[in-house]
């Protein structure tokens, strides 16, 4: 497999507020170069420790394909090697539209109104 980038979106949370399901809030950082051969789920909590997360506060990681818009329909829990798999196919997939894939980290909110 090659490498390919992967979309982060990381501290803020998932709401139908608006209607659809949407992740609002947060923050957005793309990481270049992820290494297909290598990219697991602790992979995954690897690249966010970088950011200051903690495995312990993240309650669940999802991804997407970018080229689908709806998440209620479209959003996959990450948690395993095919799911690892199934990323990296869908950055192969868009390989000739930028090569990336989603990654939506859900965080416990602590403190709090």
Request: proline share 3%; hydrophobic share 35%; charged share 30%.
């Amino acid at each position: 497999m090659a490498y390919f980038k992967l979309k982060v979106y990381h501290g803020g949370f998932f709401t139908y507020r608006n209607g659809p399901l949407e992740y609002v809030g947060g923050e957005t950082t793309m990481i270049e170069e992820i290494d297909g051969d290598r990219w697991s789920v602790f992979e995954a909590y690897a690249e966010l420790k970088q950011f200051g997360y903690v495995e312990e506060n993240i309650p669940s990681l999802w991804f997407k394909d970018p080229t689908h818009e709806d998440l209620e329909k479209n959003l996959k829990l990450f948690k395993s090697d095919a799911d690892s798999i199934a990323m990296c196919k869908i950055a192969e997939c868009t390989r000739l539209r930028k090569s990336r894939c989603f990654l939506l980290v859900d965080t416990l909110m602590l403190g709090g109104s």
